[in-house]
């Protein structure tokens, strides 16, 4: 059996390696110079591996993100630009801003990423229900290892997400409610989570209203079964990532956990996961 918390620790710790990219500058202006400025950035460049993808199919598998945000971006960007020219710049974006924290200067680069690289492609013998997943898994492998190692952990990244939304889906949590209940846990603050994902207040105030219905809210806070519910949908998201984690043995499990941590403090030193505007 794979050991769950091993595998969330390798995950959550590897995870700032693929995240910094929706942050980095480098990533902004390699999008500017295809014509695509602001949030378009984010939606097109995520859904990219779909092709020009339409926004219904954006807002389903993305998520949390309020339809009318997404429909501003989606399907326009795809008449300024391509799919294969937004992958590209990404995969640039990622290697100059991994570069400039240092990243491939880090001893241990070969084996992590060959690590990585192992749990990511044993996941893709399981993309049933896992389509943004799916799409990723399409596109080639990097051969050098700092962006194999970026792209293994996109792949897990999408791997566990897709999950999350399953757990989120059969345990009655729509879009908004996940964000109200993410946002009454205090691990991001709300404001980021309103501004991020565009939700009106009036619809994110109805929510709140109807988890506290439900039980789950009292006030701004989290109830006992509240918390319970959040945790219920972590441990089972954690179950169904662990099929990845299962083509490493337990001793390169722990060395992947462990190997991890240096390479995700790097990133946040570096100060790769400060929004850039």
Not at 39 to 51: D, K, M, P, T
Not at 143 to 168: C, I, M
Request: proline letters at 5%.
């Amino acid at each position: 059996m794979t050991d769950v918390q091993l595998a969330r620790q390798a995950w959550r710790r590897l995870e700032p390696l693929h995240g910094m990219i929706y942050f980095v500058p480098e990533a902004t202006e390699r999008y500017a110079a295809l014509g695509v400025e602001g949030r378009a950035g984010y939606f097109a460049s995520r859904s990219a591996a779909f092709g020009t993808a339409s926004a219904e199919l954006v807002i389903a598998t993305f998520y949390n993100f309020h339809p009318g945000l997404v429909r501003r971006h989606i399907p326009a960007v795809w008449q300024v630009t391509t799919p294969e020219k937004i992958l590209d710049a990404r995969l640039e974006a990622a290697d100059a801003a991994l570069r400039r924290a240092g990243i491939h200067e880090i001893d241990t680069l070969d084996e992590t990423a060959e690590l990585a690289a192992r749990a990511a492609r044993r996941a893709c013998d399981h993309p049933q229900g896992r389509p943004l997943f799916a799409a990723h898994a399409t596109l080639p492998w990097p051969s050098e290892p700092l962006l194999k190692l970026w792209h293994a952990q996109t792949l897990l990244r999408e791997f566990r997400g897709d999950a999350h939304v399953a757990a989120l889906l059969t345990e009655g949590v729509g879009p908004l409610d996940a964000l109200v209940l993410h946002g009454a846990t205090g691990q991001m603050p709300t404001i980021f989570l309103k501004f991020s994902r565009e939700w009106p207040e009036e619809e994110w105030e109805a929510a709140a209203e109807g988890l506290r219905e439900r039980g789950l809210m009292d006030g701004e806070e989290l109830t006992d079964e509240g918390r319970a519910l959040r945790q219920r949908i972590e441990d089972r998201t954690d179950e169904l990532a662990l099929p990845a984690y299962a083509a490493l043995s337990d001793e390169e499990l722990a060395r992947l956990a462990e190997q991890a941590r240096v390479f995700g403090r790097a990133v946040v030193d570096a100060g790769l996961l400060t929004f850039s505007g």
